[in-house]
C-alpha cells in the first residue's frame, strides 16, 4: 500500500508546487510566460513518467557517457552560447541550459565511481570525482554563473558524508575553500590558518597536514586574485549583501526591493495579481530568481509557509528514499537529488529573503524556465524508479 | 546498514535551514510586515504636486499689478547624469557650482527631476531642447512665475517674492521647497490669500522612477488658485505720479480717495524692479541696493519721517481755533522778516506786516506761526499734535509703517536734558522745523480731516479680495470723526483754497478744478529743503486728496504744487469733469 502512495505523493506534491509555480509565473510574468512554462510542464511531467520506466541499471552503464557529453557541452557553452552570458544554447522554441543537466552528471558520475568503493577509500576514489564536481564548477562559473557554479562542492560534500566520510575528513578536503573564503583579509586568515593548523596537526599524519597545510596557504593565497578578476557586478552583489542598506538605489536595489516585497506581503498577502512591486518591475528577475518574492507578496506568510512546507515534505520524501534503499549506486544518486534541491530551495529563498548573497539560482518547480524545470522532473523520476526498484 | 541510518544530520541541517527561513518569514511578513507594506506603497505611488498659481493683484479698474506667466526651469534626473554632461551644460547655462557637487555627489542617486535653474532664458531653453539627444536625463520644465507689469512704478505698494528658505521650511509645514513667498509688500501682507494650494495628483511609477500613469484608487486634488486682490490703487494715476516725481532725485506721493480712504496712487522714488528681485538677486547685488544712498528699498510714503514745514500750520491752527487760543481775526505782532526770540533770529521768507489768520496761512507767514506757537506753550503743542496721532501710525495694510515723532516736554527732557532747553525750539517748531516728524502717508490722513471738516477715512489699499471672481472679501472703510466743529475746520478750508489761489500754493492752481492745499519747506540743513504740497478737490466737497514730498530740491510751492495739479487734472480727467484735451 505504502509504495503507491509514496511515488502518488510525490508527484503530487511537486505538481502543486508546479501549479504555486504557474500561477506566480503569470502573476510575475504575464501570460506568454505562463503558456511557455505550461509547455514545459507537460514536457516536464513526459520527462518524469518516462524516467520512471528507466532502471537504474541503465543510468549507472551510462553515466560516464552522460559526464563527458555533458562537459563538452558545457565546453561547447562557453563558445557558442548565447544569453546574458554564455549560459544557454539558443533551440528556437527552447533556451537549453547545459548547466542544469551538469547537476544530474555529476550526481550519476560521483555515484558510480563509488557504488562498489564502499569505505575503503584512496586517494584516487576522492580525487577524481573531486576533479570532475571541480571542473564542472570551473566551467559553469566561467560562463559565468555564480548561483550553478556553486553548486557542485556541496553536493559532492554531501554525497561524501552520506558514503561514510568523517565530517572531519570532509573538512580537511574542503579546508582550502575555507582558507579561499577568508583569504580576501588577511587578518582573518592568519586566524584561521594557524587554527587550522594546531587542530589538524594532531589528527593526521605529518605528510597530509603538510598537503593540506600548502592546498590552504594557495588557496588563502588566490582570493585576492580572483578578487581582482572578478566581474563589476559580482563584487558589486557580495558588497551589496554585506550591506544592503548603505546605498538603497545602488548595488543592493534588488535586495531591498525583494524584501520590501516579501514583507508588504503581511499575513495573507495582497493577493493574487495585485502584487504591487513586482508589477512595476521593482523586482530583478521576477519571474525567475526572485519568484518567491512574487509569492510571498501575493500570498503572503500563509502562501510562504505553505510553499516551504510541501518543499520540507518533498525533500523528507527523497531524503527517505535515499535512507531506505540498498543499492549503493541508488543511494547516493537519491541522496544527489536530494541535496541538489535542498541547495538550490536553501540558496534561493535565503537569497530572496536577504539571508544569502544573490547568486542567481532557480527554485525548483517556481522559477520560470524550460530546462531548470526539466531537469527537476527527471531527477524526480530517478528518485520514484530508485524508490520503485527499491520496493521490488 | 545501521551507520547509514544514523547519517540523519543532513535532514537536521535542512531543518535547521528551515527553520531560519521560517523566522525570517515571520520578521519579515509579521513583525514588520507593516513597514514594508508602507514602504511598498511610497514604492510605487509619486506623489506629484500641481503648482497653483498665485492670485493676481489688480487695480481698481482691474488692470493687473502683479501677475503670473509661464516660465522655463532647468532639470535634471541626478541618477541619469554625469561629469560630462553636467559640464557641457555648464557651457550653455551657467550653473552654481554647490548645486552641481549635490547632484554629482549627495544626490546622485535620485531618480526624480531636480530644478536647478530657474527663469531660463527662452533661447537658452529652446537651445537645450534642441540638443536633448546630447543631454539625456536634463529636461526643460515649465512653472508659473511672477511678473510685475510697470513692477518700478508699483514696486513699494506691490513688493516682490522670494524662494523659501530652509528655515521657513522647517517652520511652515504649508512651503514645499520650489515656493515663492511674499518678502515684501502687498506680496506679503495678503500671501495667505495670494498663494493658493498646490493639487496633489499620485501618479504610478516603475522601479526607475519613471511615471507610468494615474493610479485610479488615488483621486486627483487640483490646484486651489490664490484670491485676486482688487486694489483701491489707480494704475493710471500712479503711473504719472511715478513719471513726475522721476524727474527728480527722491520723493513720495500719496494719493487718497477721500470718500473711503482708498488709497489712489502710492509712489516712492526712487524705486527698484520686483521681477529681478523675484528672480533672486546675488548677495553682492542685494547689498549694493540695501546701501545705495538714494534708498530705493526704502518706500517713503510710510517708512521715512521728515519735517512738514509749514503744513503743519493748518492742522495746529484749526485747533487753536477749536479751543480759543485765537480767532479767524487774530493778529500777532506783524512780520517784518525776522523775529527776535531770547537772543535768536528767526526769519521769515517775507515781510508780510499785520496779517490775520488767514492770510498768514495764505502766505505761509512764520513770524504769525512763531508768536502763535509760544502762545499756546509747548505742552498745548504737543497736546496738538497729539491729538493728530503723529505719533502713531495710521494702519494702512502694509509692512514697515513708521510713527512719526512729538517733541513734547518729556521727549525734550529726555533728549536735552530737564531745562536744558529753552522755548526757542518751541518756535520753530510752530513753522513744522525741527523735531517734529512725519510720514507723507500721516500728514496726507490729517488733510483728509481737514478737507472733511473731521470726518475722514484711515487709509487702505485693499479694496476686495475676488476668488475665482466671485468677492469673498470687500473692505469696510470705517468712518472716524474727530471732536472738533466743522467751524474750525471751515475758517482754515477757507485758507487753504485761498493758498492756491493767491497765496505761495499758484503753482496748483488750476481753473477747471478748484484745489485747495498747503505748501510746506522743510529745512535740512546742510541739503536743500525738502518741497512738499497737499492739496485736496474740488473744495467744495473734496473728492480727492495728493501729497507730494521731494527731497532737498527747494520750495513747496514751486516743486511739489505742479505734481499735485497734475494729478488732480488726471484723477478729474478720467472722471470727465475735464474735457480731455
Known amino acids: 500500500m505504502s509504495k503507491l502512495n509514496n511515488s502518488r505523493i510525490i508527484i503530487g506534491v511537486v505538481i502543486i508546487l508546479n501549479i504555486i509555480g504557474l500561477v506566480t509565473i503569470y502573476s510575475a510574468g504575464g501570460s506568454n510566460y505562463f503558456f511557455r512554462e505550461l509547455i514545459w510542464t507537460i514536457l516536464g511531467i513526459g520527462i518524469l513518467l518516462a524516467t520512471v520506466k528507466i532502471p537504474v541499471r541503465l543510468w549507472e552503464n551510462f553515466s560516464i557517457h552522460i559526464f563527458i557529453l555533458t562537459f563538452l557541452l558545457l565546453v561547447l557553452v562557453l563558445i557558442v552560447g548565447g544569453g546574458p552570458a554564455n549560459r544557454w544554447f539558443d533551440l528556437g522554441f527552447f533556451n537549453f541550459q547545459p548547466s542544469e543537466l551538469a547537476k544530474v552528471a555529476i550526481i550519476l558520475f560521483i555515484a558510480q565511481r563509488w557504488a562498489y568503493k564502499k569505505i575503503a577509500f584512496n586517494m584516487k576514489d576522492l580525487l577524481i570525482p573531486i576533479v570532475a ?93 580572483i578578487w581582482a578578476n572578478l566581474k563589476e557586478y559580482q563584487k558589486a552583489r557580495i558588497i551589496g549583501f554585506l550591506s544592503p542598506w548603505l546605498d538603497p538605489k545602488g548595488m543592493s536595489w534588488n535586495l531591498i526591493q525583494s524584501q520590501i516585497a516579501v514583507g508588504s506581503g503581511r499575513i495573507f498577502g495582497k493577493g493574487f495579481l495585485s502584487g504591487t512591486q513586482k508589477k512595476l518591475a521593482f523586482l530583478p528577475n521576477r519571474e525567475t530568481d526572485f519568484i518567491f518574492s512574487t509569492l510571498s507578496e501575493e500570498f503572503g506568510f500563509v502562501g510562504a509557509i505553505l510553499t516551504l512546507t510541501l518543499y520540507f515534505f518533498l525533500l523528507y520524501q527523497i531524503y527517505k528514499i535515499a535512507q531506505k534503499t540498498q543499492n549503493e549506486f541508488a543511494r547516493l544518486v537519491a541522496i544527489g537529488i536530494f541535496l541538489v534541491f535542498s541547495y538550490q530551495i536553501i540558496v534561493n529563498i535565503g537569497m530572496v529573503l536577504g539571508l544569502l548573497p544573490i547568486t542567481g539560482i532557480a527554485l525548483p518547480f517556481l522559477s520560470y524556465g524550460g530546462s531548470s524545470l526539466i531537469v527537476s522532473y527527471l531527477m524526480i523520476g530517478l528518485a520514484i524508479r530508485i524508490y520503485k526498484e527499491n520496493q521490488l | 546498514m545501521a551507520e547509514y541510518a544514523s547519517r540523519k544530520s543532513l535532514l537536521i541541517l535542512l531543518g535547521i535551514c528551515f527553520i531560519i527561513i521560517t523566522i525570517k518569514l515571520i520578521h519579515l511578513q509579521i513583525i514588520r510586515g507593516e513597514r514594508y507594506f508602507r514602504l511598498s506603497e511610497a514604492n510605487h505611488i509619486r506623489k506629484v504636486y500641481i503648482p497653483a498659481s498665485r492670485g493676481k493683484i489688480l487695480d481698481r479698474n482691474n488692470i493687473p499689478l502683479a501677475d503670473t506667466r509661464p516660465s522655463f526651469a532647468l532639470s535634471v534626473i541626478p541618477c541619469e547624469i554625469d561629469s560630462g554632461i553636467i559640464t557641457k551644460l555648464n557651457k550653455i547655462v551657467p550653473l ?27 533661447k537658452i531653453a529652446s537651445q537645450i531642447e534642441e540638443l536633448a539627444a546630447e543631454f539625456p536625463g536634463v529636461t526643460i520644465e515649465i512653472e508659473p512665475v511672477r511678473i510685475y507689469p510697470d513692477g518700478k512704478a508699483f514696486a513699494h505698494i506691490i513688493g516682490y517674492l522670494g524662494e523659501i528658505t530652509t528655515e521657513e521650511l522647517k517652520s511652515d509645514s504649508f512651503y514645499k521647497p520650489w515656493h515663492y513667498v511674499g518678502r515684501y509688500g502687498l506680496e506679503a501682507v495678503y500671501e495667505k490669500y495670494l498663494r493658493g494650494r498646490d493639487g496633489i495628483r499620485y501618479t504610478e511609477i516603475d522601479a526607475l522612477g519613471r511615471e507610468i500613469g494615474p493610479i485610479p484608487e488615488k483621486r486627483e486634488v487640483p490646484p486651489d488658485p490664490g484670491c485676486d486682490i482688487i486694489l483701491t490703487i489707480d494704475a493710471e494715476l500712479q503711473k504719472l505720479a511715478y513719471n513726475l516725481l522721476s524727474q527728480h532725485q527722491r520723493g513720495a506721493v500719496i494719493g487718497l480717495d477721500l470718500k473711503d480712504g482708498g488709497v489712489l496712487c502710492l509712489v516712492s522714488y526712487p524705486s527698484f524692479d520686483p521681477e529681478v528681485l523675484t528672480k533672486g538677486i546675488s548677495t553682492k547685488e542685494w547689498e549694493k541696493l540695501a546701501n545705495d544712498k538714494s534708498a530705493p528699498l526704502i518706500n517713503r510714503v510710510i517708512s521715512a519721517i521728515y519735517p512738514p514745514g509749514s503744513t503743519i500750520k493748518p492742522p495746529i491752527t484749526s485747533l487753536a481755533l477749536e479751543y480759543g487760543f485765537i480767532t479767524e481775526n487774530t493778529k500777532f505782532a506783524p512780520c517784518a522778516g525776522e523775529f527776535r526770540y531770547g537772543n535768536r533770529k528767526f526769519r521769515c521768507l517775507g515781510k508780510h506786516g499785520s496779517l490775520a489768520l488767514t492770510d498768514a496761512i495764505v502766505y505761509s507767514c512764520n513770524i504769525y506761526f512763531y508768536q502763535l506757537a509760544l502762545k499756546l506753550g509747548i505742552d498745548k503743542f504737543g497736546e496738538f ?9 495710521t494702519g494702512i495694510d502694509l509692512l514697515s509703517e513708521r510713527k512719526g515723532n512729538i517733541p513734547t516736554r518729556a521727549y525734550l527732557d529726555n533728549r536735552y536734558g530737564k531745562n536744558r532747553w529753552t522755548s526757542g525750539l518751541l518756535v520753530n517748531y510752530g513753522v513744522g522745523q525741527g523735531e517734529i516728524l512725519l510720514t507723507p502717508l500721516k500728514l496726507a490722513v490729517i488733510y483728509s480731516a481737514i478737507a ?70 522743510a529745512e535740512n540743513p546742510p541739503y536743500r529743503d525738502h518741497a512738499w504740497f497737499v492739496g485736496y478737490a474740488p473744495v467744495e466737497n473734496p473728492e480727492v486728496l495728493f501729497c507730494v514730498l521731494i527731497e532737498n530740491v527747494g520750495k513747496g510751492g514751486a516743486y511739489a504744487a505742479p505734481i499735485v495739479r497734475e494729478l488732480v487734472k488726471k484723477y478729474f480727467e478720467k472722471r470727465n469733469f475735464i474735457a480731455n484735451e
Do not use: C
Open chain 1, 133 to 225: 564536481a571541480l571542473s564542472y564548477a570551473l566551467l559553469v562559473l566561467l560562463e559565468p554563473d555564480m548561483g550553478t557554479g556553486l553548486i557542485f562542492l556541496p553536493v559532492l560534500a554531501g554525497m561524501m558524508f552520506w558514503h561514510g566520510i568523517s565530517m572531519f575528513q570532509i573538512f580537511l578536503l574542503f579546508s582550502p575553500i575555507f582558507s579561499f573564503i577568508f583569504g580576501f583579509s588577511i587578518y582573518l586568515w592568519i586566524g584561521y590558518f594557524v587554527g587550522f593548523a594546531i587542530i589538524t596537526y594532531r589528527k593526521t599524519t605529518v605528510v597530509s597536514w603538510l598537503i593540506a597545510l600548502m592546498t590552504n596557504i594557495l588557496a588563502g593565497l588566490s582570493s585576492p586574485i
Open chain 2, 96 to 122: 552654481d557650482s554647490n548645486k552641481i557637487k549635490s547632484l554629482l555627489y549627495d544626490q546622485a542617486y535620485l531618480r526624480t527631476p531636480i530644478k536647478i535653474k530657474r527663469h531660463l532664458d527662452i
Open chain 2, 385 to 393: 499734535l497729539k491729538f493728530w496721532q503723529i505719533d502713531e501710525k
Open chain 2, 452 to 521: 472733511q471738516e473731521g470726518e475722514f477715512y484711515l487709509p487702505h489699499l485693499l479694496k476686495e479680495i475676488r476668488k475665482s471672481d466671485s468677492i469673498i472679501y470687500r473692505y469696510q472703510p470705517a468712518k472716524k470723526n474727530l471732536p472738533v466743529s466743522k467751524r474750525s475746520f471751515q475758517i482754515v478750508k477757507k485758507a487753504l483754497q485761498d493758498v492756491v489761489t493767491r497765496g505761495t500754493g499758484w503753482a496748483a492752481y488750476m481753473p477747471e478744478i478748484a484745489i485747495a492745499g498747503k505748501t510746506g519747506t
